[in-house]
Antibody, heavy 127, light 106 residues
Framework: EVQLVESGGGLVQPGGSLKLSCAAS????????MSWVRQAPGKGLEWVVN????????YYVDSVKGRFIISRDNAKNSLYLQMNSLRAEDTAVYYC????????????????????WGKGTTVTVSS | SYELTQPPSVSVSPGQTANITCSGY??????TCWYHQKPGQSPLLVIY???KRPSGIPERFSGSKSGNTATLTISGTQAMDEADYYC?????????FGGGTKLTVL
C-alpha cells in the first residue's frame, strides 16, 4: 500500500524550532518529487515547499524562505522539514504529499499533481 | 504572487450538476488540478491535467478549461460529494492553491 506518515508536530513557542518527518512506503521514494503543504485552522491549503527526487532542487513559498529547510534521505525513504524561527502564523496541519507525474507522449510534456497525501501532523506555535 | 480565485461556496441539490470555477491570469498557459477534502481528512486528487481523472475517481467528476478559467463539474451530485474543493496550478516549480470552495449538497 502506498503510504505517507508524518510525525514530529507539537506545541512550540514563537521563535522556536521543530523538525517534521514523513515516512514513505509502498513506492519508489527516490523517483518522486515531494512536497509539504499546510493548512491553518479553518483555512485553505497552502503549498510550502518542493524537493526534487535527488534533493538537488528545492523551492519554497516566500513566507518560509530562510526559516524552513526541506531535505530527504532516499536510503531511509524519508522526507523532512526543519522549521526555525517559528511564528504564530505557522500554526497549521502539515501534510506531506507525493508529486506524481504523467507523461503525454504527444505533447512530449510531463504533467505533475499531488497524488498521495499523508494524514498530517499538527504544529502549534504559541506561548 | 500568483493567485487562483474560487467562489467561497456553491450549493447544489442532490442529483443536479455542480460547477466550481477557478480563475487565474496564467491558467491559460498551464494546467489545473483539483482536490477535494472532507472534514478531518486529507485532500484527495480528483482531476489532473485540467480534465483527467485518477483511477478510482467516479465518472461524475470532470474538468475543463477555457482561457484563464478552469471548471470542476460534478454531475449527478451526491450527498457524499459535500466537501471543500481546491484548484491547484504550477507556477514554474512552485505550486499555488485556490482559496477553496465549500460545496453544500442541500
Amino acid at each position: 500500500e502506498v503510504q505517507l506518515v508524518e510525525s514530529g508536530g507539537g506545541l512550540v513557542q514563537p521563535g522556536g524550532s521543530l523538525k517534521l518527518s514523513c515516512a514513505a512506503s509502498g513506492f519508489t521514494f527516490s523517483s518522486y518529487w515531494m512536497s509539504w503543504v499546510r493548512q491553518a485552522p479553518g483555512k485553505g491549503l497552502e503549498w510550502v515547499v518542493n524537493i526534487k527526487e535527488d534533493g538537488s532542487e528545492k523551492y519554497y513559498v516566500d513566507s518560509v524562505k530562510g526559516r524552513f529547510i526541506i531535505s530527504r534521505d532516499n536510503a531511509k525513504n524519508s522526507l523532512y522539514l526543519q522549521m526555525n524561527s517559528l511564528r504564530a502564523e505557522d500554526t497549521a496541519v502539515y501534510y506531506c504529499a507525493r508529486v506524481g507525474r504523467y507523461y503525454d507522449s504527444g505533447a512530449a510534456y510531463y504533467y505533475y499533481f499531488m497524488d498521495v497525501w499523508g494524514k498530517g501532523t499538527t504544529v502549534t506555535v504559541s506561548s | 504572487s500568483y493567485e487562483l480565485t474560487q467562489p467561497p461556496s456553491v450549493s447544489v441539490s442532490p442529483g443536479q450538476t455542480a460547477n466550481i470555477t477557478c480563475s487565474g491570469y496564467k491558467l491559460g498557459d498551464t494546467y489545473t488540478c483539483w482536490y477535494h477534502q472532507k472534514p478531518g481528512q486529507s485532500p484527495l486528487l480528483v482531476i489532473y491535467e485540467d480534465s483527467k481523472r485518477p483511477s478510482g475517481i467516479p465518472e461524475r467528476f470532470s474538468g475543463s478549461k477555457s482561457g484563464n478559467t478552469a471548471t470542476l463539474t460534478i454531475s449527478g451530485t451526491q450527498a457524499m460529494d459535500e466537501a471543500d474543493y481546491y484548484c491547484q496550478a504550477w507556477d514554474s516549480s512552485t505550486a499555488v492553491f485556490g482559496g477553496g470552495t465549500k460545496l453544500t449538497v442541500l
